[in-house]
């Protein structure tokens, strides 16, 4: 589950602003039931993601995020507005030999390799300006995902619920069924805060998990490589 929410979010928190809001708004609906309906007992369906982006941890963490990292987005923004001003007489020129009568393919082939050059390497720049922050929203996300699981038990447990489906995956079901609530309010006792500022060293879990596999890997590969040697010659 956790996998699945930290990509996901992490795009999301990429805003700053609208993600909280409209996550907020899915996991807090209402629920509703319909009349003289049947009521299965024992399950129900949940939005991981959204009850992540709607948890207390995560809102705040999203308010706050501008003002401690302020620095790398003024850095950003700042470059982003330099590499605009640096390709729009570019842009201009380009257009305009577009438009001539007799227009050179090769000069505007030449032409467009260059603006695509300094766009690719301006989106390289500005995202190592913006790695801090990047790695502070996977740092918020996975500590509150990691109570989700909790929460979710804890949840099930007081509802009585013995199998939670992935909202994603129903096509169609009673709003009595909707766990996102009450997943929520278990979480935000869990972790009412997060932590902005991730440790020395912190990698988010996909890499750690990459990394431990690559290297279990080349670790069992070395006996393999070092059989040969470790033989000796036979005597007669």
Known sequence: MQNRIVPALAAAAATLIAAPHAMAQAAAAPA????????????????????????????TAMVQLPVTYKAQIDAVNTRRNQITAQLKPLFDKFEADQKAAKPDQNALRAQAAQIQQLEQAGEREMQQLAEPLNLAQQYIIEQISDKLTAATQQAMTKRKITLVLDSQSVLKADGVYNLNQDILNELNTLIPSAQLVPPAGWKPRAQRDAEAQQAAAQGGAAPAAAAPASRQPEGR
Do not use: C, E, F, L
């Not at 003289?36 to 992540?52: F, K, L, R, S, T």
């Open 32 to 59: 509703q039931s319909t009349p003289g309906g049947i009521i299965v007992p024992g399950m129900a369906y949940a939005n991981a993601q959204a009850v992540v982006g709607a948890s207390a941890a995560y809102k």
